[in-house]
């Protein structure tokens, strides 16, 4: 028995590559998480260092996704250039929860991009928008 190519069962389905149920979303950073991302700061961050040091564990929640999402990231060629974007995009996120208090699950589009947009460019484009919002699916906090 032959098979038609463009059968339903043929076509593959694109799955989500992280399961995001396995995440605990707080809202709120615990007091330890908080210290944490000030002890460290941006460029302990940016570094992404000894992780089994003991404040990088107290912000495990929230590097855990993280570090999901980037190994799931082809890089194409994967060269150490790519990696140390992965790593600062993920230092710019944790160093926005310490400033926010909160954990990027529930940050707001507006949130969002702020945190895309840089400060020194905020003023120049006011009034006048180039892109128009992308709407987003909230995450609804599980904790």
Not at 75 to 104: K, M, N, S
């Amino acid at each position: 028995m032959t098979t038609m190519v463009n059968s339903p069962q043929a076509q593959p389905v694109w799955e989500w590559p992280l399961q995001l149920d396995r995440f605990r979303r707080c809202d709120r950073l615990s007091t330890g998480e908080s210290d944490a991302l000030q002890a460290l700061g941006f460029d302990l961050l940016r570094l992404d260092r000894n992780r089994e040091h003991q404040q990088w564990q107290a912000i495990r929640r929230l590097t855990a996704p993280l570090d999901e999402a980037l190994a799931v990231l082809h890089w194409h060629p994967d060269r150490v250039f790519q990696r140390r974007f992965g790593r600062y995009a993920t230092a710019i996120v944790l160093h926005r929860c310490g400033e926010l208090g909160r954990d990027f699950w529930s940050w707001s589009t507006h949130e969002w991009a702020e945190l895309l947009r840089p400060q020194h460019l905020r003023g120049r484009f006011r009034g006048r928008s180039a892109c128009r919002p992308v709407p987003t699916c909230s995450l609804t906090p599980i904790c």
